[in-house]
Each structure stands twice: as structure tokens, then as C-alpha cells.
């Protein structure tokens, strides 16, 4: 099974800010990534596919990057609706896994 | 409008068993296939099953497999998982969700159900 590690657990940010999220595969994990939002008491919604491919109607101020083990998600200004938990997963052989979620709390 | 709207969650024992139901609308349900993610209170989300949209192919993940089955109705537009040998470990709210590619298996995941509550407990 694949790992995905997240970091940090926790963001701590100001409406405004630049938000650099990591998630770190175990093993290669080619471009097949994405990234998801959920906030308190919501399903999550896809953001970006295919390590960098913006989902139907994500602002572009999300963007993703990386291949192989090295992934990173970034808002480039936050909105006060950023302000979430954003998990990754990857899609290896029917072994689908998520990482642990990474929280960008307001500072 | 994509709709997803599951049903069957509930307070079961140990051992027990539930069977989820998921009614889908507003896109040709057979022509994509479906998931269950699950996510148990205050913890991160985990995927649980699979099934291709004509139902011919299924997936699970290990910590269920044997236990759960995932099947689904074409002609009713509904997407099920029957849980056996239910765990305490089970416990979590369930979510149904949309691939988001038609005709393959993607298994990016652009429309989710409001998610039903499965609590495994004596």
C-alpha cells in the first residue's frame, strides 16, 4: 500500500497569504494525484487531478505540481472559504489511498 | 444538477450487518463508475470500495474485503454496499462518489453524497 504523508498538520495563515501544502508519496506515484477540500460537516470536493489539472470550476488562485513522490498544492492568496482541511490521494492499482489532511487555520 | 443521496446508516452491533444504499441523478449513472469513501469521526477519509458502470468489475479495500459487497442498479440509478461481520472499527460517516471521468475508471472523485452515519457499537 501506498503511503501518502502529509505536511504540515496544521497551516497557520492570514486571509491574503500564500498557502504551500506537501504530500509525499512512499513510492512513485507517476502524476496520478489529487487534492481534495472538505470543510466541518461537508463531503470534500475535488480540486486538482493528475497532480495538476484544476477540477470544473476551481479558482484558478489553487494550482498543483510535482511527480513521482513529490507533490505540493498551492493557493497563491488565501480567501477567508480557504480556510479548510485539504487531503491528497493517489490512485495506484485499485489500492486507492488518501494522506492525513493538512488544516489551514486562520492565524 | 448531479445528485447523490445515501440512506441506510444506523447504530448496528458488532458482528451485525447494514446495507447502504446511494440514489443517483442528473448524469447517466451506468456510464460512470462508483465509489464508497468513508471517513470515522474526527479522522482523515479512506476509501473503502469500487464498482465499473456496468457493474462487471469491483475493487475493495483490505481492511473490508470478504465483508462488504459493493453492487449496483443500473435501471434504479443506485449504487449499494452491503456491510457483514460489522467492527467497531467500522464506525464512520459514508460517503458515495461520482468518478469523474465517463466510459473508465478515473477514480477522481468530482461529485460526493452528503455521506451517511455507520456507528458499530453494544
Known amino acids: 500500500e501506498i503511503v501518502l504523508t502529509q505536511s504540515p498538520a496544521t497551516l497557520s495563515l492570514s486571509p491574503g497569504e500564500r498557502a504551500t501544502l506537501s504530500c509525499r508519496a512512499s513510492?512513485?506515484?507517476?502524476?496520478?494525484l489529487a487534492w481534495y477540500q472538505q470543510k466541518p460537516g461537508q463531503a470534500p470536493r475535488l480540486l486538482i487531478y493528475?497532480?495538476?489539472n484544476r477540477a470544473t470550476g476551481i479558482p484558478a488562485r489553487f494550482s498543483g505540481s510535482g511527480s513521482g513522490t513529490d507533490f505540493t498544492l498551492t493557493i497563491s492568496s488565501l480567501e477567508p472559504e480557504d480556510f479548510a482541511v485539504y487531503y491528497c490521494?493517489?490512485?495506484?492499482?485499485?489500492?486507492?489511498?488518501f494522506g492525513g489532511g493538512t488544516k489551514v487555520e486562520i492565524k | 444538477e448531479v445528485q447523490l443521496l445515501e440512506s441506510g446508516g444506523g447504530l448496528v452491533q458488532p458482528g451485525g450487518s447494514l446495507r447502504l444504499s446511494c440514489a443517483a441523478s442528473?448524469?447517466?449513472?451506468?456510464?460512470?463508475?462508483m465509489s464508497w469513501v468513508r471517513q470515522a469521526p474526527g479522522k482523515g477519509l479512506e476509501w473503502v470500495s469500487a464498482?465499473?458502470?456496468?457493474?462487471?468489475?469491483?475493487y475493495y479495500a483490505d481492511s473490508v474485503k470478504g465483508r462488504f459487497t459493493i453492487s449496483r442498479d443500473n435501471s434504479k440509478n443506485t449504487l449499494y454496499l452491503q456491510m457483514n461481520s460489522l467492527r467497531a472499527e467500522d464506525t464512520a460517516v459514508y460517503y458515495c462518489?461520482?468518478?469523474?471521468?465517463?466510459?473508465?475508471?478515473?477514480?477522481?472523485?468530482?461529485?460526493w453524497g452528503q455521506g451517511t452515519l455507520v456507528t458499530v457499537s453494544s
Open positions: 490521494q493517489q490512485r495506484s492499482n485499485w489500492r486507492i489511498t
Open positions: 464498482i465499473s458502470g456496468s457493474g462487471g468489475s469491483t
Open positions: 462518489a461520482k468518478d469523474w471521468a465517463s466510459g473508465y475508471s478515473s477514480s477522481w472523485y468530482n461529485y
Open positions: 493528475d497532480a495538476s
Open positions: 442528473g448524469f447517466t449513472f451506468s456510464s460512470y463508475a
Open positions: 513510492q512513485s506515484v507517476s502524476s496520478y
